[in-house]
Structure formats: structure tokens, C-alpha cells
């Protein structure tokens, strides 16, 4: 197979004019039984291919990884522009399609990759991709049509440099407001996601999955959200998901819409059930949730791929030493895997241990027949991408469509209208917000330059007419490793952090502009002139709101609790659940006369 176009037709498989299911059927039935457990694994490789991703998470080289057969890889890390990409895409499609008798061209993922969170377990930042606010952000905004518009995007920048499944949306619904993954949700209203998800699916497959579609694989199934005491179950001590509401229908919702939107892939979470009449093992070898939940009851037939690492054990991860194989912890590799197959899976999210499912099928504690079942789903999804006829992009194509300035400017004001106007009290008669140009401004968190564009920068509240006052939603910062990517604990700021606040809202008025990655606690900041919530933004399109040439429509995603001792005490698994929050869920306020895009 040239970068042209595909090789001589010499099978049946090879034949574009045959239906997807004649050409799936041909190609199952001519692989080995080794081909065939390759493509139940689904692990990472990295951009360049340099071996490693910093000193705490290592991968395996490339060469390895397609040496086993691999044809399904997460892509980590970043490239320079979109032409980079685009040749080294290129590039591990060549060696793929050089095996032999029967070579099957690669699938790449990638976590989401348009926003501003940096987490090498679970998004990564923009860089030259177009910059959007964070899925947050685009809940706030609240129009379906806008983020299917922010999904085709995403899609055409994603075809282009030869990425076709994006492991993402994710669905869960945020009822504890501690947890460390809100960001990248919609938030906590169930109906509000499911709506917004829908839009996210059409923008990335299309009316129907097809050569020109992104895979959407939703997560994390059948609902992320419960996590006891909001810990992450990346980690040991986060493992637990609880339902003291008995809610977990409510958790369910968006997946019921995407799922009847024709979302291709599911991923379910690592959390372990607790006190539900679901098996009480994580969602990944869970065969309630998988098989009894979403094949039976909902008829899903499409990919069920693992969250990563379920399997084997690392001890030079660190803190991700121990695999997330919650409820399970005591089983051998061998049971592990056989655990996950019986409950439904057709991938191993993030790992490579081929040889431990071949094994399992050659000692007939697998058939064959279980086996083909996984692989025809996964062969029929190439298929379906086109990835047999059309395996290579053109790298001038890439070179034009990532970053495009038209897609650049369309994030750049969804991260403006994404902005959600908390506070904006009345200095000598007028609302505090927008500023006018000119005037003196004290923003220690502001570039000075940018900045200057506007106003004059002072160096003191004393000297200034404005302060404005960058923060980000607190956190109890890990020690080191994974953790420290993943922000738990107390969502009340500091009292010395509150003093610093006041001591400057005493001198002038103040502007406090705060990054919402989850909930926080904003009690003591209330004296601010003005209060804005920002879901990931730049310095341009901040400067541009509160300046007035463009307007917040954001409305607030989730509720803003008044306390952490209210979130304690509210049900994890119930929404709008803690007592007297100080901002609903839906508050925004608007500047009079100025409207979005203006």
C-alpha cells in the first residue's frame, strides 16, 4: 500500500465495492489467532517516538509495540504544527502496513488536545491546535449547536493529521464538586449534558460514522461522578464510587443520549461500585455494568475499550504502580484478564500483555470464538473509518487546517463568551465591569504588554484605579507523581490567600477573574467590586471582556457551595445537593447593551 492510495486488490477484504461486513468477515477469517488478540490491546505511544514521556511515565518504543502486532495507539504528546504531526502519523502507518501476510493499518486516539489543562494521563494542551475553553467553558456557553460547531473542529483538525478516535466526550455528571476531573465534563446538570453531548457526537461522527468521522469513544461509563470524598480512582485511595441518594439512574442520562446518538466507543471508569446491586469490582471487569447494563439493556454493540492499565502492575509508575484493578487487586494477571473479558470488554486501554490473552485462548480457558467476537467489532470499526483505503494524510492539508485562523478565532470567542460574570457591583453609580480603556490598572497576573493594549499597568493597588486579580480554584496540592496532575481536597482558599484578596479589594476596587477547574468556595471574596469565573482562557480574550469589547454569556455550570463543611455533608450522588450554595447553578450576569461577538 503506497501514501497514494491502497495496494492491489488481492482479497476480498482489499475490495472497497464490498459491504463492511463482507470485507470484516474475509480479514477475521484469514488472521492468525495472534493478529487477532493484538487488536484487543489499546495502548499509548509517543509523538516522536522518544521512548518516554518524562521521568514519570514510561512507554515502550514504537518499534516494539507494532513488532507485537499492536494496531491501536493513544497518541501522547505534541508536535510543532500540524505537517509534524501529519509525517509522523504518516510515518507509523508505513511500518504498520509493512507486516505481512495481511497488515492492518493503525488506529491513533488521543485524550482531548484543544483546551488549556496539561495532565500526560488525561488531556493535553492546545499547543498547535486551536484553543478552547475547557469542556466547562463550553457548558457554561450552553448551546448544543456551539459545541457541535467546537466538535466539527475538532474533528477536521483531528482528521487531517491522522488522528480518528478521540477518547472523548466525557459524560459524567459532576454531583461531588470536590472530584478532580470536573473540567473536563459539562457539569453537574444531567439534562444540560445530555444535550450538549448529543451536539459533541455529531460534530466528531457526523449523522453517521463514516471515512470522513472521528470515533467518539464516551466516558467514563456508567458515570464517573460519585467518587467518595471526591478522590480520583486513578489512585488507590480514590477507588470507591458511592450512591447514598440510590442516583444512579441520574448518572446515566447523558450516556442513554449518546449512546442513542450512535456514539461508535465506551470506555468505563476505574471506580469500584459500593452498595449498589451492581458487582462490587471497578467498572472495567464488572459484567453487570457492561454486559447485563450496557449490552443487554441498552443493545450496545459497538467497541467497549478499558480505561488504561487495568491489568499489570508497574512499579516504576510510582504513584500508578498498582494497576486499577479495583475489587480485583488479589488476582493474578491471567484471572484479571479473563475477568474483563467475561464482562464484556474488546480492549485493554494502556496495555500491551498480548501474550497473556493469546495464552489464556491456547490453554482453552478463552475460545477463539470469544476472541472473534472482540476482534470483528474492532476490524469492522477500520473499515467503517476507512482506514484500509485511505490510511495516510496529506501533510500540506495538515500544514493548513490545524490552527487555522478562522478555527483559532472561533475558540478564541468561545472562550470569551464562555467567561461567567459572578459579581459586578455599582463604583460612584456605574457597574465596575467592563473597565474603561485608559484607566490605571494594577494585575500582577497579567502580562504587562498585553495588558498595555488596554490601560496603563501601575505597580501597586495604591497607585491604580482597578485592580484585577488572577486566582485559581483551590486545591490540597500530591506530593510529586501522578497526583500532583489532579487537583483534590478543600475547594475553600486559604486565609492568607483571602487576606492578600481583601487587603487589595480595601485599597481599590478589584476585579477578581477566577479559573474554575471544579467548584469553589468564593464566601470571604464576596467584598470583590466584581467577581468573573473563566473555564480556561487567554490573556486576549480575558482582556476583551472585562474591557468591554465583547460580553460574558456564560451561565455557571454547577452550583458554587458556600462551604467545604455544606459539600461534606451533601450526597455525592445527588446534583444541587448542598445546603445555601452562594451561586446557583445558571447564574451569569450580562453587560448591558454589548452582546456576544460584538
Same mark, same amino acid.
Given at each position: 500500500?503506497?501514501?497514494?492510495?491502497?495496494?492491489?486488490?488481492?482479497?476480498?477484504?482489499?475490495?472497497?465495492?464490498?459491504?463492511?461486513?463482507?470485507?470484516?468477515?474475509?480479514?477475521?477469517?484469514? @488472521?492468525?489467532?495472534?493478529?487477532?488478540?493484538?487488536?484487543?490491546?489499546?495502548?499509548? /505511544?509517543?509523538?516522536?517516538?522518544?521512548?518516554?514521556?518524562?521521568?514519570?511515565?514510561?512507554?515502550?518504543?514504537?518499534?516494539?509495540?507494532?513488532?507485537?502486532?499492536?494496531?491501536?495507539?493513544?497518541?501522547?504528546?505534541?508536535?510543532?504544527?500540524?505537517?509534524?504531526?501529519?509525517?509522523?502519523?504518516?510515518?507509523?502507518?508505513?511500518?504498520?502496513?509493512?507486516?505481512?501476510?495481511?497488515?492492518?493499518?493503525?488506529?491513533?486516539?488521543?485524550?482531548?488536545?484543544?483546551?488549556?489543562?496539561?495532565?500526560? $494521563?488525561?488531556?493535553?494542551?492546545?499547543? +498547535?491546535?486551536?484553543?478552547?475553553?475547557?469542556?466547562?467553558?463550553?457548558?457554561?456557553?450552553?448551546?448544543? %449547536?456551539?459545541?457541535?460547531?467546537?466538535?466539527?473542529?475538532?474533528?477536521?483538525?483531528?482528521? /487531517?493529521?491522522?488522528?480518528?478516535?478521540? !477518547?472523548?466526550?466525557?459524560?459524567?455528571?459532576?454531583?461531588?464538586?470536590?472530584?478532580?476531573?470536573?473540567?473536563?465534563?459539562?457539569?453537574?446538570?444531567?439534562?444540560?449534558?445530555?444535550?450538549?453531548?448529543?451536539?459533541? @457526537?455529531?460534530?466528531?461522527?457526523?449523522?453517521?460514522?463514516?471515512?470522513?468521522?472521528? +470515533?467518539?469513544?464516551?466516558?467514563?461509563?456508567?458515570?464517573?461522578?460519585?467518587?467518595?470524598?471526591?478522590?480520583?480512582?486513578?489512585?488507590?485511595?480514590?477507588?470507591?464510587?458511592?450512591?447514598?441518594?440510590?442516583?444512579?439512574?441520574?448518572?446515566?442520562?447523558?450516556?442513554?443520549?449518546?449512546?442513542?446518538?450512535?456514539?461508535?466507543?465506551?470506555?468505563?471508569?476505574?471506580?469500584?461500585?459500593?452498595?449498589?446491586?451492581?458487582? %462490587?469490582?471497578?467498572?472495567?471487569?464488572?459484567?453487570?455494568?457492561?454486559?447485563?447494563?450496557?449490552?443487554?439493556? !441498552?443493545?450496545?454493540?459497538?467497541?467497549?475499550?478499558?480505561?488504561?492499565?487495568?491489568?499489570?502492575?508497574?512499579?516504576?509508575?510510582?504513584?500508578?504502580?498498582?494497576?486499577?484493578?479495583?475489587?480485583?487487586?488479589?488476582?493474578?494477571?491471567?484471572?484479571?484478564?479473563?475477568?474483563?473479558?467475561?464482562?464484556?470488554?474488546?480492549?485493554?486501554?494502556?496495555?500491551?500483555?498480548?501474550?497473556?490473552?493469546?495464552?489464556?485462548?491456547?490453554?482453552?480457558?478463552?475460545?477463539?470464538?470469544?476472541?472473534?467476537?472482540?476482534?470483528?467489532?474492532?476490524?469492522?470499526?477500520?473499515?467503517?473509518?476507512?482506514?484500509?483505503?485511505?490510511?495516510?494524510?496529506?501533510?500540506?492539508?495538515?500544514?493548513?487546517?490545524?490552527?487555522?485562523?478562522?478555527?483559532?478565532?472561533?475558540?478564541?470567542? *468561545?472562550?470569551?463568551? +464562555?467567561?461567567?460574570?459572578?459579581?459586578?457591583?455599582?463604583?460612584?453609580?456605574?457597574?465596575?465591569?467592563?473597565?474603561?480603556?485608559?484607566?490605571?490598572?494594577?494585575?500582577?497576573?497579567?502580562?504587562?504588554?498585553? !495588558?498595555?493594549?488596554?490601560?496603563?499597568?501601575?505597580?501597586?493597588?495604591?497607585? +491604580?484605579?482597578?485592580?484585577?486579580?488572577?486566582?485559581?480554584?483551590?486545591?490540597?496540592?500530591?506530593?510529586?507523581?501522578? *497526583?500532583?496532575?489532579?487537583?483534590?481536597?478543600?475547594? %475553600?482558599?486559604?486565609?492568607?490567600?483571602?487576606?492578600?484578596?481583601?487587603? $487589595?479589594?480595601?485599597?481599590?476596587?478589584? $476585579?477578581?477573574?477566577?479559573?474554575?477547574?471544579?467548584?469553589? $468556595?468564593?464566601?470571604?471574596?464576596?467584598?470583590?467590586?466584581?467577581?468573573?469565573?473563566?473555564?480556561?482562557?487567554?490573556?486576549?480574550?480575558?482582556?476583551?471582556?472585562?474591557?468591554?469589547?465583547?460580553?460574558?454569556?456564560?451561565?455557571?455550570?454547577?452550583?458554587?457551595?458556600?462551604?467545604? *463543611?455544606?459539600?461534606?455533608?451533601?450526597?455525592?450522588?445527588?446534583?444541587?445537593?448542598?445546603?445555601?450554595?452562594?451561586?446557583?447553578?445558571?447564574?451569569?450576569?450580562?453587560?448591558?447593551?454589548?452582546? *456576544?461577538?460584538?
Amino acid at each position: 500500500m503506497s501514501d497514494t492510495g491502497p495496494a492491489e486488490t488481492r482479497f476480498p477484504y482489499q475490495d472497497a465495492a464490498l459491504s463492511i461486513e463482507q470485507r470484516t468477515e474475509d480479514l477475521l477469517s484469514r @488472521l492468525t489467532l495472534d493478529a487477532k488478540v493484538a487488536l484487543m490491546f489499546h495502548t499509548m /505511544a509517543v509523538l516522536g517516538d522518544v521512548g518516554q514521556l518524562g521521568p514519570t511515565l514510561p512507554i515502550p518504543a514504537l518499534s516494539t509495540l507494532l513488532g507485537k502486532g499492536l494496531t491501536h495507539f493513544n497518541v501522547i504528546g505534541a508536535a510543532a504544527d500540524g505537517r509534524e504531526f501529519a509525517q509522523w502519523c504518516n510515518g507509523v502507518q508505513r511500518m504498520a502496513l509493512q507486516r505481512a501476510p495481511h497488515p492492518i493499518p493503525v488506529t491513533l486516539s488521543t485524550d482531548p488536545r484543544h483546551h488549556f489543562t496539561d495532565n500526560p $494521563v488525561a488531556q493535553m494542551v492546545a499547543g +498547535a491546535f486551536s484553543q478552547w475553553p475547557e469542556t466547562l467553558g463550553l457548558a457554561a456557553i450552553g448551546s448544543p %449547536e456551539r459545541v457541535r460547531q467546537f466538535a466539527d473542529i475538532v474533528r477536521q483538525e483531528y482528521l /487531517a493529521v491522522g488522528l480518528r478516535v478521540a !477518547l472523548h466526550p466525557q459524560i459524567d455528571v459532576t454531583t461531588e464538586p470536590r472530584w478532580s476531573r470536573i473540567s473536563s465534563t459539562f457539569g453537574e446538570d444531567a439534562d444540560l449534558t445530555s444535550r450538549l453531548a448529543v451536539g459533541y @457526537l455529531r460534530g466528531l461522527q457526523g449523522e453517521a460514522l463514516g471515512a470522513d468521522s472521528v +470515533a467518539a469513544m464516551i466516558k467514563h461509563f456508567p458515570g464517573g461522578g460519585p467518587q467518595k470524598d471526591g478522590l480520583d480512582p486513578h489512585f488507590p485511595w480514590g477507588r470507591e464510587q458511592v450512591y447514598p441518594g440510590d442516583n444512579a439512574d441520574y448518572h446515566l442520562r447523558p450516556f442513554r443520549a449518546a449512546l442513542a446518538a450512535g456514539a461508535a466507543e465506551v470506555m468505563p471508569y476505574y471506580g469500584m461500585p459500593v452498595g449498589t446491586a451492581w458487582d %462490587e469490582v471497578g467498572f472495567g471487569f464488572n459484567k453487570s455494568v457492561i454486559t447485563g447494563l450496557l449490552r443487554d439493556q !441498552l443493545g450496545f454493540d459497538g467497541v467497549v475499550c478499558t480505561d488504561w492499565g487495568l491489568i499489570t502492575d508497574r512499579a516504576e509508575l510510582g504513584d500508578l504502580s498498582s494497576a486499577r484493578a479495583w475489587g480485583v487487586e488479589h488476582l493474578s494477571r491471567e484471572e484479571r484478564v479473563l475477568r474483563a473479558i467475561d464482562a464484556g470488554v474488546d480492549q485493554f486501554g494502556g496495555e500491551e500483555c498480548t501474550e497473556i490473552l493469546a495464552g489464556l485462548v491456547r490453554a482453552g480457558r478463552i475460545t477463539e470464538a470469544r476472541i472473534d467476537q472482540s476482534a470483528r467489532r474492532l476490524l469492522r470499526m477500520k473499515f467503517t473509518l476507512g482506514l484500509f483505503d485511505r490510511p495516510f494524510v496529506d501533510e500540506d492539508h495538515a500544514a493548513l487546517t490545524v490552527g487555522r485562523p478562522d478555527f483559532a478565532a472561533a475558540g478564541l470567542q *468561545a472562550q470569551q463568551d +464562555a467567561l461567567t460574570l459572578l459579581t459586578n457591583t455599582a463604583v460612584d453609580g456605574k457597574p465596575v465591569l467592563p473597565l474603561t480603556r485608559g484607566i490605571k490598572v494594577y494585575a500582577p497576573g497579567l502580562a504587562g504588554e498585553a !495588558l498595555a493594549d488596554y490601560a496603563t499597568p501601575v505597580d501597586t493597588a495604591a497607585a +491604580a484605579d482597578v485592580a484585577v486579580l488572577r486566582l485559581k480554584a483551590p486545591y490540597e496540592p500530591a506530593d510529586g507523581g501522578i *497526583a500532583q496532575f489532579f487537583h483534590h481536597g478543600s475547594l %475553600e482558599f486559604g486565609a492568607a490567600d483571602v487576606q492578600r484578596v481583601l487587603e $487589595v479589594c480595601a485599597t481599590v476596587p478589584t $476585579v477578581l477573574d477566577i479559573t474554575l477547574d471544579r467548584p469553589a $468556595v468564593l464566601t470571604p471574596l464576596v467584598p470583590a467590586a466584581a467577581i468573573v469565573a473563566n473555564f480556561g482562557v487567554s490573556e486576549t480574550a480575558l482582556l476583551n471582556v472585562l474591557f468591554g469589547a465583547s460580553g460574558p454569556q456564560g451561565a455557571l455550570p454547577f452550583d458554587l457551595p458556600s462551604s467545604d *463543611a455544606a459539600v461534606a455533608a451533601s450526597r455525592t450522588d445527588v446534583a444541587f445537593d448542598t445546603a445555601d450554595p452562594l451561586f446557583r447553578f445558571g447564574h451569569g450576569l450580562r453587560y448591558r447593551g454589548i452582546q *456576544a461577538g460584538t
